[in-house]
């Protein structure tokens, strides 16, 4: 089989404001995920799988910490002499300078460098979902159906107000597109996984620019120029998708991990990569009791642990209970805490005192040791099955 000329552009230069204190100081690519792995891992070893081998990763917040963790591409087999990975900061002096406003501006201020490479079809996927799926099966639909536009859905249950929704119609044909509809619920929406013939999206940019000066996100203007004015199809996923944009579905998906209700960390054929830090295995001492968590490499367990993710370099101290929560790396709980529903920023030391979190509440400590936000829980949006 004949692997197109594909060029995948990773979106990987969001805030991710509505993940509260955790991405303060960190791009959201780079949080962890199942305790030893990374967002960004999600992406690139899907990419890296589907032989898909020209990757551009598109930065802007706060990318120090992605650079040194992507190492060039290294762990995924992309720092290679013919393609590879590429880094595409904000940058001067040409079309397209200066910081993008959304994911459609991203794919603008790219336009004049995605012409010089000249691809055949560009994928465009994001840095913040957690799936598996082998593109080459998306190129496969685009091409059955004579797409211009291939968008990956999925349905979601409950609340669909966060996406992009859509109908579809007979021959995979997309219908109606709405972007972050409110009061939408139980429909299909959009993955933000967008494989397009390349030229019909170069098209579709300069005349989109020519009409507006500026682009904003996907849903504004590309998505309904394309609708309007090519074929779009859809491809369906299949399988378990999570956007992990919230608080929530962030705790949810790790938690969801530790019960085989998310994608399965073991299959030999479609391996999670990453860039895994090298450290001794996770010790248990004498007084530990672990059931049903991921204790990652370097953490040390004294206490209790149920149904939780104790990240890299955690600490839990003798007299300490952590109960569907996740621990982000080098958290540190003190003899007598007792946390349930909660997320730990990384490096935060909790020092004895009134027990955090509870039923029917998320709460994130953030990295001083103390309660940065407390959440009800929302039963329209996807939930673990708690303890």
Same mark, same amino acid.
């Given at each position: 089989?004949?692997?197109?000329?594909?060029?995948?552009?990773?979106?990987?230069?969001?805030?991710?404001?509505?993940?509260?204190?955790?991405?303060?100081?960190?791009?959201?690519?780079?949080?962890?995920?199942?305790?030893?792995?990374?967002?960004?891992?999600?992406?690139?070893?899907?990419?890296?799988?589907?032989?898909?081998?020209?990757?551009?990763?598109?930065?802007?917040?706060?990318?120090?910490?992605?650079?040194?963790?992507?190492?060039?591409?290294?762990?995924?087999?992309?720092?290679?002499?013919?393609?590879?990975?590429?880094?595409?900061?904000?940058?001067?002096?040409?079309?397209?300078?200066?910081?993008?406003?959304?994911?459609?501006?991203?794919?603008?201020?790219?336009?004049?460098?995605?012409?010089?490479?000249?691809?055949?079809?560009?994928?465009?996927?994001?840095?913040?979902?957690?799936?598996?799926?082998?593109?080459?099966?998306?190129?496969?639909?685009?091409?059955?159906?004579?797409?211009?536009?291939?968008?990956?859905?999925?349905?979601?249950?409950?609340?669909?107000?966060?996406?992009?929704?859509?109908?579809?119609?007979?021959?995979?044909?997309?219908?109606?597109?709405?972007?972050?509809?409110?009061?939408?619920?139980?429909?299909?929406?959009?993955?933000?996984?967008?494989?397009?013939?390349?030229?019909?999206?170069?098209?579709?940019?300069?005349?989109?620019?020519?009409?507006?000066?500026?682009?904003?996100?996907?849903?504004?203007?590309?998505?309904?120029?394309?609708?309007?004015?090519?074929?779009?199809?859809?491809?369906?996923?299949?399988?378990?998708?999570?956007?992990?944009?919230?608080?929530?579905?962030?705790?949810?998906?790790?938690?969801?991990?530790?019960?085989?209700?998310?994608?399965?960390?073991?299959?030999?054929?479609?391996?999670?990569?990453?860039?895994?830090?090298?450290?001794?295995?996770?010790?248990?001492?004498?007084?530990?009791? /672990?059931?049903? *968590?991921? +204790?990652? %490499? =370097?953490?040390?367990?004294? $206490?209790?642990?149920?149904?939780?993710?104790? @990240?890299? &370099?955690?600490?839990?101290?003798?007299?300490?209970?952590?109960?569907?929560?996740?621990?982000?790396?080098?958290?540190?709980?003190?003899?007598?805490?007792?946390?349930?529903?909660?997320?730990? /920023?990384?490096? *935060?030391? +909790?020092? %004895? =005192?009134?027990?955090?979190? $509870?039923?029917?509440?998320?709460?994130?400590? @953030?990295? &001083?040791?103390?309660?940065?936000?407390?959440?009800?829980?929302?039963?329209?949006?996807?939930?673990?099955?708690?303890?």
């Amino acid at each position: 089989m004949r692997i197109p000329r594909i060029l995948a552009l990773v979106l990987a230069g969001g805030k991710g404001s509505r993940l509260e204190s955790l991405t303060q100081d960190q791009p959201k690519p780079t949080l962890p995920i199942g305790g030893t792995y990374t967002l960004i891992d999600i992406a690139l070893s899907n990419l890296a799988h589907s032989h898909i081998r020209d990757v551009w990763m598109v930065e802007q917040f706060q990318p120090h910490k992605l650079n040194l963790y992507i190492d060039n591409g290294r762990p995924w087999d992309l720092d290679r002499t013919h393609g590879g990975l590429v880094v595409t900061p904000p940058f001067e002096g040409g079309e397209g300078e200066g910081f993008a406003q959304g994911n459609a501006d991203s794919l603008a201020r790219q336009l004049d460098a995605m012409r010089e490479f000249a691809p055949e079809h560009v994928l465009v996927l994001s840095a913040d979902h957690l799936y598996n799926l082998n593109f080459l099966d998306v190129y496969d639909t685009h091409l059955q159906h004579g797409a211009d536009l291939t968008m990956v859905t999925t349905h979601q249950d409950g609340d669909a107000s966060r996406y992009g929704v859509v109908e579809i119609g007979p021959e995979r044909r997309i219908t109606s597109f709405e972007y972050k509809p409110e009061g939408a619920r139980d429909t299909y929406v959009t993955t933000e996984i967008f494989l397009y013939r390349a030229e019909a999206l170069f098209e579709a940019l300069e005349e989109l620019l020519e009409e507006n000066g500026q682009l904003s996100d996907y849903g504004d203007e590309l998505i309904p120029h394309f609708l309007a004015e090519r074929t779009v199809v859809s491809h369906d996923l299949g399988g378990y998708w999570m956007d992990l944009g919230t608080l929530q579905s962030y705790w949810t998906t790790n938690l969801q991990l530790i019960d085989g209700e998310a994608i399965d960390l073991h299959r030999p054929d479609w391996p999670l990569w990453s860039a895994q830090p090298q450290r001794l295995p996770a010790y248990l001492g004498g007084s530990a009791q /672990a059931h049903r *968590a991921f +204790i990652s %490499a =370097g953490a040390e367990v004294h $206490g209790g642990v149920e149904h939780s993710v104790v @990240g890299i &370099d955690c600490r839990i101290e003798a007299g300490a209970e952590v109960r569907d929560s996740v621990l982000l790396d080098g958290a540190v709980v003190e003899s007598g805490v007792r946390l349930r529903n909660c997320i730990v /920023a990384p490096g *935060a030391r +909790i020092a %004895a =005192g009134p027990d955090r979190g $509870g039923e029917g509440v998320l709460t994130l400590i @953030g990295h &001083d040791g103390t309660i940065d936000k407390r959440v009800p829980l929302d039963d329209s949006a996807p939930l673990p099955t708690l303890s």
